[in-house]
């Protein structure tokens, strides 16, 4: 933050490192080598930039004017050996009655939404997943920046592209969906839904594409479907209320809601299971919640 103040993540907690840049200009010299090699800009014109280094990590710089305490960096560093199933059982992650459940969801081609906030760990669980995809199946993803990284032996990787300095090019993640569903894909893997993908993401999870997944940014499973049905709303989905608690009661099969610990633990908090009714096309059945929510529930309850 700054060229004085510098944090790094530790076991899922942030600490203050010992760090120091020079000043401004040195933080800057930084950031366009950093740049360099991907070809893009920084400057007032256009003052921020997210882009993807060549080993997979994220990389967003904000300079001045916009940000007022001098250029800042957040990287993102994605680990090289991926957690498998039992390294997320043996962290406390998810317990092995869960992990169970989620490959039974995945084998039987149920469309699923991981939901959480910022640093869950929706990524992690989403490469998590496609290891139980049958081999056999064809699989296409989009995303912003290419960080799920699926060990599988069929599958298309698409990544959205940003306008150039001209202000033409952009390629969004819209586009991708549709253009995905051209590709015959058994099935279709949306890194994160945040804009108009999310219209043709449903129609796609609808049409003959089950087993199909994405993440979305929300704090609880409630608020997943008040989110998309935002996003449904502000981007064009011209359709009554009722129309559009039927098209997300209808795509949605499964949400696996993830949780951060105070402590830095990542843990699936609860899958429920939508089975929608006439009356209320978001009604969710809980099959699985976290020893560690329970206890915090039946805590409140006897209070």
């Known amino acids: 933050n700054g060229p004085l103040n510098v944090f790094v993540e530790v076991a899922g907690v942030l600490q203050k490192a010992q760090t120091r840049f020079i000043d401004d200009d040195h933080v800057m ?154 590709m015959r894909p058994d099935r279709v893997i949306v890194g994160e839904v945040r804009a108009g993908e999310i219209i043709e993401l449903m129609q796609a999870m609808n049409t003959g594409h089950e087993g199909s997944m994405s993440t979305i940014h929300a704090n609880s499973s409630k608020d997943a479907m008040i989110r998309i049905e935002t996003l449904l709303a502000v981007n064009g989905y011209d359709a009554g209320e009722q129309a559009i608690g039927r098209l997300i009661g209808s795509s949605l099969d499964v949400l696996v809601q993830l949780k951060r610990l105070s402590n830095g633990r990542r843990i699936v908090s609860e899958v429920v299971e939508m089975t929608p009714t006439k009356s209320n096309p978001y009604q969710m059945n809980i099959l ?9 529930i039946l805590e409140v309850e006897a209070q």
């Open 29 to 182: 010299r930084i950031i366009r080598r950093i740049l360099a090699p991907l070809g893009r800009r920084l400057d007032e014109s256009s003052p921020m930039v997210d882009a993807r280094l060549q080993d997979g990590s994220r990389v967003n710089a904000i300079i001045p004017p916009i940000a007022l305490d001098g250029p800042s960096i957040s990287i993102r560093k994605f680990t090289q050996k991926h957690l498998a199933a039992s390294d997320l059982v043996n962290l406390g992650s998810l317990t092995r009655e869960c992990l169970d459940l989620l490959v039974k969801i995945v084998q039987g081609r149920r469309n699923l939404l991981v939901s959480g906030g910022t640093g869950t760990g929706k990524t992690t669980i989403l490469n998590l997943l496609s290891q139980f995809i049958p081999k056999d199946e064809r699989i296409v993803t989009i995303e912003d920046s290419a960080e799920l990284q699926l060990g599988h032996p069929h599958i298309v990787r698409l990544e959205t592209r940003p306008a150039n300095a001209e202000g033409s090019g952009r390629i969004s993640a819209r586009e991708l969906v549709i253009n995905a569903l051209r």
């Open 288 to 296: 699985y919640q976290a020893p560690d929510i329970r206890d915090e």
